[in-house]
């Protein structure tokens, strides 16, 4: 049970848990969702049906309209949901994917216990995430560019600068590959690992629920 006192990260901040998720949908009002579900949609087979979890309604129904607007409403489809408690039966899909969400979650822990449990023996967790600059001179350059120019230039083409500051910081704040990695085996995960792309700017994570 979570303590009245207990505290998470908010970028460099340092919030009571139970506002996090409020912080962060103040942050992600808009922006649409389904990327990863349209792209496989593309390339898979006709049996092929995808299932969108977000917490966020607004972000839903842009990305039901997206999926619309593509002819693929039949096949993707749109759930209003929290990661720490998915509202699906156990070992319910082949595949979770997750890609520059997780970062959002308060506990982490808890949205990698339910990501195993709706997975079938034999499914695949994939997780796309902002990393760990580890390209030496690259590293320097990422973190100028990241706090200097990203929130200014948030503030010059969207009035918002706030949110951009929050992305840098949750970026820094996040588990380290190996970290994370270690955090997927404590959920279950077989075969859990990471490669990086871009000098570590993201990270791909992998593991099987076996």
Same mark, same amino acid.
């Given at each position: ?5 207990? @505290?998470?990260? =908010? #970028?460099? *901040?340092? +919030? &009571?848990?139970? $506002? ?76 979770? @994917?997750?890609? =520059? #969400?997780? *970062?959002? +979650? &308060?506990?982490? $822990? ?101």
């Amino acid at each position: 049970m979570d303590r009245p006192d207990q @505290t998470t990260h =908010f #970028g460099f *901040r340092d +919030v &009571p848990l139970g $506002d996090k998720q409020t912080l962060v949908n103040e942050v992600f009002h808009a922006g649409g969702t389904g990327d990863i579900a349209f792209r496989a949609a593309g390339t898979a087979g006709a049996g092929f049906r995808a299932t969108v979890c977000d917490i966020n309604s607004d972000m839903l129904e842009v990305g039901r309209g997206r999926a619309a607007s593509r002819h693929l409403d039949d096949r993707v489809s749109f759930v209003e949901g929290n990661a720490e408690a998915l509202a699906f039966p156990d070992r319910s899909f082949d595949a979770y @994917t997750i890609a =520059f #969400g997780i *970062r959002n +979650v &308060p506990r982490i $822990d808890l949205a990698l216990a339910e990501a195993y449990r709706v997975l079938k023996p034999g499914g695949r967790f994939l997780c796309l995430e902002f990393s760990t600059v580890d390209m030496p001179g690259l590293d320097r350059i990422y973190d100028l560019f990241s706090f200097k120019v990203i929130p200014p230039l948030g503030r010059a083409v969207t009035g918002d600068a706030e949110s951009y500051q929050y992305l840098v910081e949750s970026i820094r704040k996040f588990p380290k590959p190996n970290a994370f990695v270690e955090m997927m085996r404590a959920a279950g995960f077989s075969r859990a690992s990471w490669q990086g792309f871009s000098g570590g700017i993201v990270a791909l994570h992998s593991g099987w629920r076996l």
